[in-house]
């Protein structure tokens, strides 16, 4: 059953505290693609990823960071440095320019 | 910085009724695609329209795109209460592959 897979579904983190989200895909593509989704709002790109050992920072990267050490995996950290984590964070991945594929989601709340 | 924007943020219909949506976008692009999202969900693909299409359809949606405006919208023909969900326009440029999304339109049709 191909397709992007985000673990886990919901996410609690204390004050001060790293916590990484989990993003694998088996569609063999290149690029990957992390988004911030805030309620009743659109999403807000992270981080992404057009091959591995390369990414770049979108439009809101202060607090987070990514690695791209396998094709298939894309995980994101947030760290303690961003201080309004709350959100639905979703993953994605395309080949070229083209169609996204995205995961389910991620719902990360703050303790 | 968002790229997509679209209009209305919000729209209600009554089932078998007619939807339109509209996206504006900044810069040139090479594709531009609509999404759809149920309440909590990931994002679904529904359509890619190239830059030098004008109109696409693909069961009942309706996609046209005027590059010379700038903008794009989306048309659900008799539309079901099943389609009560988030739309979302997002853009490609020529110059790199990270896409971005607009703010989408909330479209709730009642049976």
């Known amino acids: 059953d191909g397709g992007i897979t985000q673990s886990p579904k919901y996410l609690f983190r204390k004050e001060g505290q790293n916590v990484t989200l989990s993003c694998e895909q088996n569609?063999?593509?290149?690029?990957m693609y992390w988004y911030r989704q805030d309620p009743g709002q659109g999403l807000r790109l992270i981080y992404y990823?057009?091959?591995?050992?390369?990414?770049q920072k979108g439009d809101i990267a202060e607090g987070y960071s990514v690695s791209r050490e396998k094709k298939e995996s894309f995980p994101l950290t947030v760290t303690s440095a961003q201080k309004n984590p709350t959100a639905f964070y979703l993953c994605?991945?395309?080949?070229?320019?083209?169609?996204?594929?995205f995961g389910a989601g991620t719902r990360l709340s703050v303790l | 910085s968002q790229q997509g924007e679209e209009d209305p943020q919000a729209l209600s219909i009554q089932e078998g009724e007619n939807a339109t949506m509209n996206c504006s976008y900044k810069?040139?692009?090479?594709?531009l695609q609509w999404y759809r999202q149920n309440s909590g969900r990931g994002l679904v693909h529904l359509i890619l329209?190239?830059?030098?299409?004008r109109e696409k359809h693909s069961g009942r949606l309706r996609v046209t795109l005027d590059t010379s405006k700038k903008s794009s919208s989306l048309l659900i023909t008799a539309s079901r209460a099943a389609d009560t969900a988030s739309y979302f326009c997002?853009?490609?440029?020529?110059?790199?592959?990270?896409?971005?999304f607009g703010a989408g339109t909330r479209l709730t049709v009642k049976p």
């Open positions: 990823s057009q091959i591995v050992n390369d990414f």
């Open positions: 994605a991945s395309t080949q070229g320019a083209d169609i996204q594929y």
């Open positions: 569609l063999n593509h290149d690029a």
């Open positions: 810069t040139s692009i090479n594709n």
């Open positions: 329209i190239r830059s030098n299409e």
């Open positions: 997002a853009t490609a440029t020529h110059l790199n592959n990270d896409m971005r």
